[in-house]
């Protein structure tokens, strides 16, 4: 069972920045997509960013211009630098990989979640 590791959780004030990073206890054939999704209790999980392997990013609107994400493909690791928290950025943030195998069988992996809490 593939195992996405998540760190750089915690609690920031309004207006400061945290960095978020996870990685794979595997490698993959083809990662297609490293991202971010979040949620609240009550709510339905939602992305926050993600890239493609061609390097393309992709960005909820809410978090535009204050999150940038990255991914290094020969770590695969994936990072979100997230500046300007809002209280409203608290959630716990989970990592996700699309992958695709040799066999073109696509899946998607989740890794356990961190919490980030935005309160002054």
């Known amino acids: 069972q593939t195992q996405l590791m998540e760190s750089g959780g915690g609690v920031a004030q309004p207006g400061g920045s945290l960095t978020l990073s996870c990685s794979a206890s595997?490698?993959?054939?083809?990662?297609?997509?490293m991202g971010w999704h979040r949620q609240v209790p009550g709510k339905e999980r939602e992305m926050v960013a993600q890239v493609s392997d061609s390097g393309r990013a992709m960005y909820a609107e809410s978090v535009k211009g204050r999150f940038t994400v990255s991914r290094d493909n020969d770590k695969n690791t994936v990072s979100l630098q997230m500046n300007f928290l809002r209280p409203e950025d608290t959630a716990v943030y989970y990592c996700?990989?699309?992958?695709?195998?040799?066999?073109?069988?696509?899946?998607?992996?989740w890794g356990q979640g961190t919490q980030v809490t935005v309160s002054s």
């Open positions: 595997e490698s993959f054939y083809r990662i297609l997509i």
């Open positions: 996700k990989f699309k992958t695709l195998s040799a066999e073109n069988e696509i899946r998607n992996h």
